[in-house]
């Protein structure tokens, strides 16, 4: 969508390498979320964020709302990693979330 | 984590039949969404309930739609009637407070497929 933007689209990455996702917002957000949707459809939530970093295991996420983006770091990529990972800003405080096109990361062996 | 069960997984129906989607979110939750996607696009926002009410709805939430959560069962997605391009996964979300003060749980979501 154009009022969230996701960087890649798509990605394949060898399996222990490292890579970041981006998420540019033309919404003033104030409060992302990250997700996998995984081969089956499932969404998991990976992060919530306020403005700040968060890590959990191998990932880690940023979100910048004064320079409006927010990004998503992997390391040591492993193939259950494969799936779509969506970004989604909530603007003005309204549980509303617009989410943007998703990045399809693709680990291999 | 807190789980979203959405119920059925699959529907596979006749245009300009009814039909309802069905949501059993995290129980303490307060807060409903419907959020809408069409295979290959992004998910988009349909509508967020709260103390039995709407709150906000999108332009994708037509007339044909409605939502309702009576005495604290499945929240409920209905569509009266449906159309072709009513075809898409529907994914439910809860939060226990709104206005983003937490994260979203979503289900896995229910497949309509209108014919």
């Known amino acids: 969508g154009d009022k969230v933007k996701q960087s890649p689209s798509a990605l394949s990455l060898q399996e222990g390498t490292n890579s970041a996702l981006r998420c540019n917002f033309s919404?003033?957000?104030?409060?992302v979320q990250w997700f996998l949707q995984n081969p089956r459809g499932s969404l998991i939530n990976l992060f919530y964020?306020?403005?700040g970093t968060k890590e959990n295991g191998r990932l880690k996420s940023a979100f910048d709302s004064k320079e409006s983006y927010s990004t998503l770091h992997i390391r040591d990529a492993q193939l259950e990693d494969s799936g779509t990972y969506f970004c989604?800003?909530?603007?003005?405080?309204?549980?509303?979330?617009?989410f943007g096109d998703g990045t399809v990361l693709t680990v291999k062996p | 984590g807190p789980k979203v069960l959405q119920i059925p997984s699959h529907q596979i129906i006749d245009m300009g039949q009814m039909v309802t989607l069905n949501c059993d979110p995290v129980?303490?939750?307060?807060?409903f969404y419907w959020y809408k996607q069409i295979l290959g696009q992004q998910m988009e926002f349909l509508v967020n309930?709260?103390?039995?009410?709407?709150?906000?709805k999108s332009k994708l939430f037509k007339d044909q739609f409605s939502v309702e959560r009576p005495d604290g069962s499945y929240f409920t997605l209905k569509i009266q009637p449906t159309a072709l391009e009513d075809s898409a996964v529907y994914f439910c979300?809860?939060?226990?407070?709104?206005?983003?003060?937490?994260?979203?749980?979503f289900g896995a979501g229910t497949r309509l497929s209108v014919l």
């Open positions: 979300a809860s939060s226990y407070l709104g206005g983003g003060q937490n994260t979203l749980y």
């Open positions: 919404i003033a957000a104030t409060t």
């Open positions: 964020l306020v403005p």
């Open positions: 989604a800003a909530e603007g003005a405080n309204t549980g509303k979330l617009t």
């Open positions: 129980s303490n939750h307060l807060y």
């Open positions: 309930f709260y103390n039995g009410k709407v709150m906000e």
